[in-house]
């Protein structure tokens, strides 16, 4: 009889299975899952070598055995992956457990940024003249003597080139003392019209005081096409201030000079700490300038590539640090340099 020849090994693949079925049942862990998946089904376990009697047997042996090997894995498998689920399950379960978070808890606070005034008052302005149509330039701070200076008709023995007032890198070469360079620049990059603004840091080799700094931001503005006048520049200003500080601030234009225009003026507001009465803040005039303009020169146009005869143009310097002064009422330009938290979280 074939189950004869047979029974033996038929006795021991079920032995096998039963013991591994039990095994698996009882493994704690998946470590132990595993040990039990190895000795069961891996390659050197007894039922792989059970196989290795199929070459003995006759085909009808072949397909009994054959059959009751298939079974075993079969259902060994599948309790191997039941037993891994409830395992995996389990252990899912301890972690939560372990780790359980009650989310009725407030969250860790975290310190919130705040955004300093000063540069929110250059992103304002700029955005300004953004609606105005000019477009944004930036220069570098590093120039040459020939733009800070001489293309500016600033000569030689000019005050502004005095060693004391400059700080210069080489004899050619030093930090910008003002944005009035890009003046050049821009003009020798394009023909008009011109309408643009270059935001930046300034250099200049002065003492520190509540309104006066070594180094300070500066907007230059310069404007170039047929047919531009003073009044152009005195419109343009005086919108970008009313828009900025409100209608009702008061704003006065007073002349001035600078080398690089003509005729020149000084902007001034009415100083928002003492309302025109006078404190140190505005050096007790009651008024604080907020920037110098003028229609271009004509001997700097001609430096820019420009004929003063067919075209005309006005440009500006707008100083952002008194600018955020006078709106929030700081009466300290020291103040934007300190990073002091408790002076930015009124920003907030």
Known sequence: MIEDRVGDPLTQVETLRDEAL????????MRALEEARIRYTGKKSTLSQLSSLMAKLTPDERRILGQALNSAKGRIELALEARAEELSALELDLRLQAERLDITLPGTPYPRGYEHPLLKTVRDILAIFAQM???IYEGTEVEWDRYNFELLNIPKDHPARDMQDTFYLTEDVLM?????????????????????VVPGFVYRNEAEDASHGDQFFQIEGLCVDEDITLGDLKGTLTEVAHRFFGPERRIRFRPSYFPFTEPSAEMDIECAICHGEGCRSCGYEGWLELGGSGMVHPQVLRNGGYDPDRVSGFAFGIGPDRYTMQKYGINDLRLFREDDLRFLRQFG
């Open 22 to 29: 039990a095994s698996i049942a009882s493994a704690g862990d």
């Open 176 to 196: 910008r003392t003002q944005t009035s360079p890009a003046q050049i620049h821009v003009m020798h990059a394009q023909e008009p019209p011109i309408r643009t």
């Open 133 to 135: 149509g000019y477009s």
